[in-house]
């Protein structure tokens, strides 16, 4: 069964990644001009803006070997 877990992020959103030590953590970037990467460490129950700027985010990777060491690809560049 589909549980939503999206309360309190933006009703479009855009790519995601899962830390592959930890299920509970989970990246998602927000869509558009002004995407914004939002985080949780509760498998999706509740969630916080990661600190990025605005802007348009194309990927986020989690490093698999460094689950603390997160990738996003944003059209001004990537970031760590």
């Known amino acids: 069964t589909w549980e939503r877990r999206s309360s309190g992020l933006p009703a479009w959103m855009g790519p995601m990644a899962i830390d592959p030590q930890n299920s509970n953590v989970v ?3 927000s869509g558009g001009a002004q995407g914004l990467l939002y985080k949780s460490t509760d ?3 509740s969630w916080v803006t990661a600190g ?3 802007q ?3 990927r986020v990777v989690i490093d698999p070997t460094d689950p603390r060491v997160v990738y996003v690809a944003r059209v ?3 970031y760590r």
């Open 52 to 54: 990025l700027s605005p």
């Open 43 to 45: 498998a999706g129950l």
């Open 76 to 78: 001004d560049g990537v």
């Open 27 to 29: 990246y998602a970037a």
């Open 56 to 58: 348009v985010i194309f």
